[in-house]
């Protein structure tokens, strides 16, 4: 008897969606270029609409939601829910990144981590002491939540005691001068793409599959951000659309460092911030 063979999907590492492109820190360095306030956030319906077209090609064996600061949008807690409903498998890691301050202004998101099977992870940004004594109660608390994976990362690049710290990441990743980013030079894609901190964080964007966070939000920036001509070149760079050949997803879900790579440094540059809290923070109905 003829049995009708399923269509093989095709496996990426990891696909992370900015739940909104707005944060709350202003981060030197970021891989986003959030401290530049991009603004936009993505809605449940609209992730639901992308979804709907990748996810019967591909098989992730991650997906995360992240920003910006995804507790910034209002709708977070539906978008958890669509990434379960397309997901729902175990094979797929779920995961949510925060930096944790407005984690306390979604109602029931301990249970729905623990329902829709999300990870936490949250990044501290600075040892600096006014940024520890608001971060740590809200650590303990994420401790408590039971039944949900919680993972604690050092974004500050310093060492800071009294943390129990998964992972070390921050690292310097273009030339930034008074309110002006600028690509480094090295042309040598393979070594930068080889201490990359990104080679694995596919985004979603705009319904599109993109390499990594720094190609995709570029094109955000505004003009006289990146005015440096040096950027030229990168912002070409359009991913990969739903209406690709199994061929070119295949090939794009395989490729190592291309020619965008050339912007990126070519050795790994260890990197501390300074306070990325805002020095006059406005009241709003987000304000931690
Ligand atoms: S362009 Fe290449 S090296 Fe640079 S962040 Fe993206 S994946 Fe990494």
Known sequence: MLRRLKKQKIVLKSLQI?????????????????????KGSLDADTLSTWLKKWEPRVHLEKICLLGGEPTLNPELIDLIRTVYRFFPKKSTQKVLFTNGFYL???SGLEKV???????????????????????????????RWEGVS????????????????REEKWTKRYH???????????????????????????????????????????????????????WEPYMKYQGIGPDCTDKELLDFSLREDEEICGMCPSKRIDFSKGNPLPK??????YEG
């Open 18 to 38: 900015h739940a909104t492109h707005l944060c709350n820190l202003s981060c030197s360095s970021c891989n986003a270029f959030s401290q530049f306030k991009i």
């Open 104 to 106: 306390k202004n979604h």
């Open 113 to 143: 981590l623990r329902d829709c099977q999300f990870e936490l992870r949250l990044t501290v940004h600075s040892d600096e002491p006014h940024y520890l004594s608001r971060i740590l109660p809200i650590i303990e608390e994420c401790k």
């Open 150 to 165: 919680f993972l604690v990362y050092n974004g500050s690049g310093k060492n800071i005691d009294g943390i129990e710290f």
């Open 176 to 230: 930034e001068t008074e309110g002006k980013v600028v690509p480094f030079e090295d042309k040598n894609p393979r070594s930068s793409w080889e201490k990359c901190p990104s080679k694995f964080s596919m985004q979603l964007h705009d319904g599109r599959i993109w390499k990594c966070p720094m190609i995709t939000y570029l094109r955000l920036l505004k003009p006289e951000v990146r005015q440096d001509p040096a």
């Open 280 to 285: 006059r923070p406005k009241m709003s109905s």
